[in-house]
């Protein structure tokens, strides 16, 4: 299978406090995705790293990747309460089909 | 901002009944998607669709699953006979040429009684 699985199923910070997660998938891919969900509501994209890019910034998120390792991190600095919802990386080896793992239960304490 | 719009919001039907699920794609994307999320699971892929045509589909996505653009805005997921199983929030996306960014609608949620 492609799909990303992430590391650790669930995380509680405090607020300002930053939040790591990991992700690793099996074969070769396209790009990677992380995307958030906040409970019961659809999915956003949050950033995509292409496969000869190894770290990419946007705002405070940072994400990096490892191909040899097949493995990618996203960091979310200086976290907020509005941060906590469920963050799922997504891997793309075709046009046709992502495939997303079982994400990070992310909770920011005030 | 554009965004993927998913009717209904929540669907109660029994057991054996068909189901039609709508979306409304951004209009200039050209990849269209069917994911379902059992309640507290992963996303799973159901079904990819470009060109008219099923590019990819998942084994969830059997002889009761079909997908139809009827009219070039809509694209729906259609179940024939639903079992209790195929309870979950089922999303819709879509995407534009030359980006790899999913755009998610807000997903319907199916219950089977």
């Known amino acids: 299978s492609q799909q990303g699985e992430e590391d650790p199923q669930a995380l509680s910070i405090q607020e300002g406090e930053n939040a790591t997660m990991n992700c690793s998938y099996k074969?070769?891919?396209?790009?990677l995705q992380w995307y958030r969900q906040n409970s019961g509501r659809g999915l956003v994209h949050l950033i995509l790293?292409?496969?000869?890019?190894r770290e990419k910034h946007s705002g405070r998120l940072r994400v990096t990747l490892d191909t040899s390792k097949k493995s990618s991190s996203l960091l979310i600095t200086a976290s907020r309460a509005a941060d906590t919802a469920s963050y799922f990386c997504?891997?793309?080896?075709?046009?046709?089909?992502?495939?997303f793992g079982a994400g990070t239960t992310v909770t920011v304490r005030a | 901002e554009p965004e993927v719009t998913q009717t209904p919001s929540h669907q109660v039907t029994q057991m054996g009944q068909e189901v039609i699920l709508r979306c409304v794609p951004i209009?200039?994307?050209?990849?269209f998607y069917w994911y379902r999320q059992i309640l507290g699971q992963k996303v799973e892929f159901l079904v990819s669709?470009?060109?008219?045509?099923?590019?990819?589909k998942s084994e969830i996505f059997d002889d009761q699953f079909s997908v139809e653009r009827p009219d070039g805005s809509n694209f729906t997921l259609k179940i024939r006979s639903t079992k209790l199983e195929d309870s979950a929030m089922y999303f819709c996306?879509?995407?534009?040429?030359?980006?790899?960014?999913?755009?998610f609608g807000e997903g319907s949620r199916l219950t089977v009684l």
């Open positions: 669709f470009y060109n008219n045509e099923i590019s990819e």
């Open positions: 996306a879509s995407r534009g040429a030359n980006t790899g960014e999913l755009f």
């Open positions: 209009s200039n994307h050209l990849y």
């Open positions: 074969t070769s891919i396209n790009n």
């Open positions: 790293i292409r496969s000869n890019e």
């Open positions: 997504a891997t793309d080896e075709d046009d046709y089909k992502l495939s």
